[in-house]
């Protein structure tokens, strides 16, 4: 039987070595104690957040990954509302099928508000730590 891990199999394998991703995104980081020091602290503070947007948090994180690339929406100068809202909603329906909130399930109505700020959040991070790579500027 093969084993097929894909692009990066130390990622898959052994997911405790690599804790920031993939080996090369790794080595990035222990090039750069700032930019691992922002990480940690980030990482800190999220600990900290309400249980709700604990729970929220991965997918949001979810969906920007899936926003990383060149040309994506996530690093247009001025991102629009609209296609914000619309990954906001994804974030919620994401949210819904893989969590279970039990009968205090709460309304999209109710989250929007701090979907919208945790992936406006989330955005802003990626793009600073993104910005030479896919802006054309490095």
Same mark, same amino acid.
């Given at each position: 039987?093969?084993?097929?891990?894909?692009?990066?199999?130390?990622?898959?394998?052994?997911?405790?070595?690599?804790?920031?991703?993939?080996?090369?995104?790794?080595?990035?980081? %222990?090039? $750069?104690?700032?930019?691992? +020091? =922002?990480?940690?602290?980030? @990482?800190?503070?999220? &600990?900290?957040?309400?249980?709700?947007?604990?729970?929220?948090?991965?997918?949001?994180?979810?969906?920007?990954?899936?926003?990383?690339?060149?040309?994506?929406?996530?690093?247009?100068?001025?991102?629009?509302?609209?296609?914000?809202?619309?990954?906001?909603?994804?974030? %919620?329906? $994401?949210?819904?099928?893989? +969590? =279970?909130?039990?009968?205090? @399930?709460?309304?999209? &109505?109710?989250?929007?508000?701090?979907?919208?700020?945790?992936?406006?959040?989330?955005?802003?991070?990626?793009?600073?730590?993104?910005?030479?790579?896919?802006?054309?500027?490095?």
């Amino acid at each position: 039987m093969e084993w097929n891990y894909g692009m990066y199999p130390q990622q898959r394998a052994f997911p405790w070595l690599y804790p920031y991703g993939s080996q090369m995104n790794y080595w990035n980081l %222990w090039n $750069s104690p700032e930019r691992m +020091e =922002d990480e940690m602290d980030t @990482e800190r503070l999220r &600990e900290l957040y309400p249980l709700t947007a604990r729970r929220l948090q991965p997918y949001v994180e979810e969906v920007c990954t899936r926003l990383e690339y060149p040309g994506s929406m996530m690093y247009d100068e001025y991102p629009d509302q609209l296609s914000l809202l619309r990954k906001a909603k994804e974030v %919620w329906e $994401s949210a819904l099928s893989g +969590e =279970d909130f039990g009968e205090k @399930e709460p309304v999209w &109505e109710q989250l929007q508000d701090l979907i919208g700020v945790l992936l406006l959040q989330e955005m802003m991070r990626r793009r600073k730590r993104n910005r030479g790579r896919f802006w054309g500027m490095g």
